[in-house]
């Protein structure tokens, strides 16, 4: 459906006996791996994206996901990938301890004679590294960003601090991401410093939001302003926060609507928060939102509140559709946005500086207009979809083609095995 209407280069994709993607004759194939639930997060547009956009070179590229069996959001994730003819495969995982997840994931790298193992989380990470001695293929990763903290997240940095130092190429999404994996013992000239991307004929704005079709559905007054979020619901998005700001916003009577797209465990909390601040009719949880373009339309303003994150592609997809940003000053957002040129940055947690961010921006179409412009003009100039592949197209080239590193002793030494896998 969408590539009727947006510019994404075309990807062919044929279906095998066994129902799975067939792989083109003569190409070196590329196998992103990663562990979702529900819908997934930004990190999958830009692996879903990703296929398509190498569709002319030499590589073909293909996804395996590893999901729990029952989760109905896989479905969502699959429609999108076929939207774009982007091959993904299903790997149904019941947990850490589901040894078939491994034996499924061997099965796929020998039935495409994967070349390049790509991970994009701690799992994918680890199980690529186990794979390796019973597949030769070269590991490659991305670090999309520690953000969710449970009482797991020491198990994840542990096994991260172990598995990176082995990867034949680590790509970082921000400059704080690259500093931290080079800390953790990943050779400088196997890291690099890859910034996400949008693909900014997809995400461009073709009306005003008072025209936005999304708003007519929420009988959203044309003269109202809109604010938008993104993102999953959960702690680290700052969601609470930025509830609170919207709710001082209308007591002091600006005439806003704050929407958050997404679903999350901390659903229940927020939905308790809006009630609390009676502010019900004014502040809606949109729940999943498959059409993200149509939302854009609808928003007069973006907000990022997040206390976590990589670089936000959420971010970068709002400046695309020329909605401007207001953002706190997490991760490599700062890096990319200059506070009052392209966007507003504001103090990580601090609720009142996010209120005052908002009100001025409420209070002054001009410098929304002005952010706006800037905005998209530096999507178009430096976060370009085709100048990302292009760089990532490099590094699969060097992984292929160049010798390997030689070891270093101040690393931790892994199990026999896999040392002698990442020696081959």
Known sequence: MWRQTLDIPSNHLVLGDDGLPTAPQGRDVVLHTR????????PDKTILLSSPFLADTNYWLAAAYMHPPEDKGFDVLQKRAASWNSPLISVPDRGPFD???????????KKYQVKIWHGHDY???????????FYKMKLVTTVHGWVKHTF????????DRWTLPWYHHVICVSEDLHERALKLSVPEDRCSLVHNAIDENMFKRQHAPAEAELRKQMNTPANRLVIGAVGRLSAEKGFNLLIQAAAKLIGEGHDIELWIAGDGDAKPELEKLIAQLKVGDRVKLLGFVSDTVGLYHAMDLFCLSSLREGLPNVVLEAMS????????????????????????LVDI????L????????????GMRNHLATQGRSLIEKEYSFTRRMEKV???????????????????ETPGPKVLEAVKA
């Open 35 to 42: 562990v979702v639930t529900e819908q997934g997060g930004g």
């Open 99 to 109: 040894r078939k997840v491994l034996a499924r994931m061997l099965q796929l790298c």
């Open 123 to 133: 799992k994918s990470n680890l199980v690529g590294l186990l794979l390796r001695p």
């Open 152 to 159: 797991k997240t020491p198990l994840y940095y542990a096994v």
């Open 321 to 344: 559709m020329g909605v401007p940003v207001v953002s706190t000053k997490v991760a490599g957002v700062p890096k990319m946005i200059t506070d009052g040129e392209n966007g507003l």
């Open 349 to 352: 947690g601090d609720a009142d």
């Open 354 to 365: 996010l209120t005052d961010a908002l009100r001025k921006s409420v209070r002054d179409p």
């Open 393 to 411: 197209k490099a590094i699969y080239d060097r992984v292929l083609g160049i010798e390997e590193p030689a070891t270093h002793q101040s690393r």
